[in-house]
């Protein structure tokens, strides 16, 4: 069953795609089916420029546990990195 759960923020970036570096100004966050790993449901990020279209984007899909322990690990190394701002 899908979900369609769907998450969307502005963010300021830049990401690799096959055709080299663009820039980043949106990420698309859902838990829903994955269009390639082998999981029912997965938490699926893509990374966009949506001016730019379908080529400027970065997709990820996670197990459950694996999106946990990178949300993890994306706090920790903010938490190390306070001081060098």
């Known amino acids: 069953m899908c979900t369609m759960i769907v998450e969307t923020a ?6 690799k795609g096959a055709g080299g570096w663009f820039k980043l100004n949106q990420v698309n966050v859902s838990y829903d ?7 029912d ?5 893509d990374f966009v ?3 730019a279209g379908p080529g400027a984007r970065v997709a ?3 197990d459950a546990e694996s999106a946990r322990r990178l949300v993890r690990s ?5 938490e190390q990195g306070k001081g060098y701002h």
């Open 60 to 62: 990820v899909e996670l």
């Open 41 to 45: 449901h997965a938490l699926n990020i």
């Open 33 to 39: 089916h994955p269009f390639h790993a082998p999981l």
């Open 10 to 15: 502005p963010i300021s970036g830049c990401g």
């Open 49 to 51: 420029d949506k001016a």
């Open 74 to 78: 994306i706090e920790a190394a903010l």
